[in-house]
């Protein structure tokens, strides 16, 4: 496999305060730069050309990444969950294929989403989830209670 | 006049049975059958014919392992088992998860992004085996193992052949 890394936000050094001013840019909107290709190379390998999943075994994100996106515990998962936290997206590219996924294919009943900082993905990405499926289900149920939520299934 | 056809004809025969026994018959007829069996095996240079059926097609062939956008296959081609390159032979379906990565066209000197689909449905085809996973790094990365059966998600999840297509332009 020849994964591609696309143009990420983190750039050379430069005057301090230019860097300030990039870095403050790039935390309120993570660039979506090369997101979709990204999207491709590492994810839609499993779920799909239009983020779609495959019925019982892959879960879809159309929709459902929003959702997730919604709520703190939601937000910690995504960001943990092995596809996201293991693949060989930077930070900033990980935040960029998020925000990009989250706008392109959002909740109808879940619009308004705030996008992942880069600061944010580097927060809680490194830290494993101990049991992925009792920690869905765990955050699922919470979404549920307090709104929409992703399918139970997966 | 039919009289004398008929003696005429009739004197002919006797003459010739006089003259031949059904033992020349049966050896003359003999001699030709044997004649005509030998005649494949006198030494004709069929060289060329036999070269040009053996010849294995060149890396601008699809049937050929390869061909540039191989570069990150694992399976059998399916171009060489009744499909295409870009299409799964007839009573096999298309995996709808699949292994992608990025080959070098030297033709055009640019980068495209492949996917490899596995199509499913059908015992191993056994024909045109590749496995190049140019740039795998399975212990490294296990997400990014390709030795897999794509076909899991599939109801039936018997591998048949691999096709490649190509999905679009590889930006830098």
């Known amino acids: 496999m020849t994964g591609r890394a696309a143009a990420g936000g983190q750039r050379g050094a430069a005057a301090p305060a230019l860097l300030a001013a990039l870095a403050s840019l790039a935390a309120a909107a993570p660039a979506h730069a090369g997101a979709e290709q990204n999207y491709i190379l590492y994810c839609r390998g499993c779920h799909g050309a239009d983020a779609e999943g495959v ?5 879809p994100l159309a929709g459902a990444l929003a959702r997730f996106m919604r709520a703190p515990e939601g937000r910690n998962y995504v960001l943990r969950v092995p596809g996201a936290a293991n693949s060989a997206l930077t930070d900033a590219q990980l935040a960029g294929v998020l925000n990009w996924l989250a706008e392109r294919y959002p909740a109808a009943d879940a619009p308004q989403v705030a996008p992942f900082t880069v600061e944010e993905v580097t927060r809680i990405r490194h830290t494993p989830l101990a049991d992925v499926l009792a920690t869905r289900r765990e955050v699922v149920r919470a979404l549920a209670a307090s709104g929409a939520a992703p399918a139970a299934q997966y | 006049m039919m009289r004398t ?3 005429l004809f009739e004197l002919s025969t006797r003459s010739l049975a006089q003259r031949t026994s059904r033992r020349s018959l049966l050896a003359s007829l003999g001699q030709l059958l044997t004649g005509a069996a030998l005649l494949p095996l006198l030494p004709i240079d069929r060289s060329s014919r036999a070269n040009a059926a053996e010849a294995p097609p060149g890396p601008e062939s699809p049937e050929n ?10 399976g059998y081609l399916c171009s060489c088992c009744g499909g295409s390159s870009t299409s799964c032979p007839p009573g096999t379906s298309s995996s709808p998860i699949t292994w992608i990565g990025t080959c070098h066209n030297p033709g055009d000197k640019r980068d495209y992004i492949v996917s490899y689909n596995d199509c499913c ?5 056994g024909n045109c085996e590749c496995n190049r996973n140019e740039r ?3 212990m490294y990365r296990p997400s990014r193992n390709n030795d897999l059966n794509w076909c899991m998600a599939n109801a039936d999840a018997n591998y048949h052949c691999t096709v490649s297509v190509i999905l679009g332009v590889a930006e830098k």
């Open chain 1, 55 to 59: 019925a019982g075994k892959i879960p």
């Open chain 2, 5 to 7: 056809l008929d003696r």
């Open chain 2, 65 to 74: 392992c390869q061909y540039w956008k191989y570069c990150a296959i694992d």
């Open chain 2, 121 to 125: 449905g059908k015992t191993s085809c």
């Open chain 2, 136 to 138: 795998e790094k399975p």
